[in-house]
């Protein structure tokens, strides 16, 4: 019961860690961390995801400049680890079953959606297991913004898709609690109930408030706005990011979403 209370704990109390004092990580630590991840539950046992670790320092140097604006995170974090979706490794060990399997045609939207799934499921694991032993951690999402790089830096064949970077390392922060949508926006008994308008708009502004309150935006991106102008601008699909998400989109019906 004591053990149980206390993983609640720290689940309750799990907060994004985005200043690290500069470490690096044991290989028998790290080995826990993906020992504990990779039992996650995963679609047909298939496991249809990848785990890259950073240890070469150079790579590490590479990465951080791939990372505008979070090198410093890059460089201090104890461990990182690059998680992929994984059709590659699946299909390989389907074609020795020798039967028509769905991973050799284009009509996989099952495998392609799991393939996320099981790497997030897996991600999430790390993470708990990294808190744990007294870390803390940060999930970026570089890599599936910019696949065409990752791919090439990580040596990536085809049907392996970069998601996220996993930061794990010894905390140099101590922010508050994030917000979250209120239970009754997101959890429902027996039928689904759209979101009320002005329910939203309450939560929007409680958020603001707790994002000025901590003064996020300064604090990590250096702009000095509300989060909510950072937000529209981080989202607002102008010429730039259209490039960039045409260029994702290729990469995903190249490598995962053939359908
Ligand atoms: C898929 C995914 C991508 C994320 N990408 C980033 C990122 O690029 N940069 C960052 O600072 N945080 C990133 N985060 C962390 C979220 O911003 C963070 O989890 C969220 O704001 C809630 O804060 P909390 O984790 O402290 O509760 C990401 C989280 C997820 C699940």
Request: contains cysteine.
């Amino acid at each position: 019961m004591l053990r149980r209370r206390s993983i609640l704990k720290l689940l309750r109390e799990r907060r994004s860690i985005r200043i690290f004092k500069r470490s690096r990580m044991p290989d028998d630590i790290a080995r826990l961390i993906i020992e504990a991840g990779i039992r996650a539950p995963s679609y047909s046992y298939l496991q249809e995801y990848s785990i890259i670790m950073v240890s070469d320092e150079n790579l590490r140097k590479e990465l951080a400049k791939l990372c505008e604006g979070q090198d410093e995170l890059i460089m201090n974090a104890a461990a990182i680890f690059l998680i992929c979706a994984d059709l590659n490794r699946p299909a390989r060990m389907l074609s020795l079953l020798g039967h028509a399997n769905v991973l050799r045609s284009n009509k996989h939207p099952v495998e392609s959606i799991f393939a996320v799934f099981d790497a997030g499921l897996l991600t999430a694991f790390m993470m708990i297991a990294a808190e744990i032993m007294g870390y803390g951690s940060v999930i970026l999402d570089y890599p599936i913004v910019y696949p065409n790089e990752f791919a090439k830096l990580f040596q990536l064949p085809h049907g392996v898709v970069p998601l996220v970077l996993l930061c794990v390392g010894e905390r140099g922060e101590s922010p508050p609690l994030r917000p979250r949508l209120p239970l009754d926006l997101v959890f429902f008994k027996n039928s689904y109930r759209e979101a009320d308008l002005d329910a939203l708009k309450n939560y929007l502004k409680e958020f603001e408030d707790a994002m000025r309150r901590e003064d996020y935006a300064r604090k990590y991106v250096g702009l000095n706005m509300d989060y909510m102008e950072y937000l529209k601008l981080k989202t607002t699909l102008n010429d730039e990011l259209k490039k960039t998400y045409d260029a994702v989109e290729k990469f995903l019906k190249e490598n995962l979403m053939k359908f």
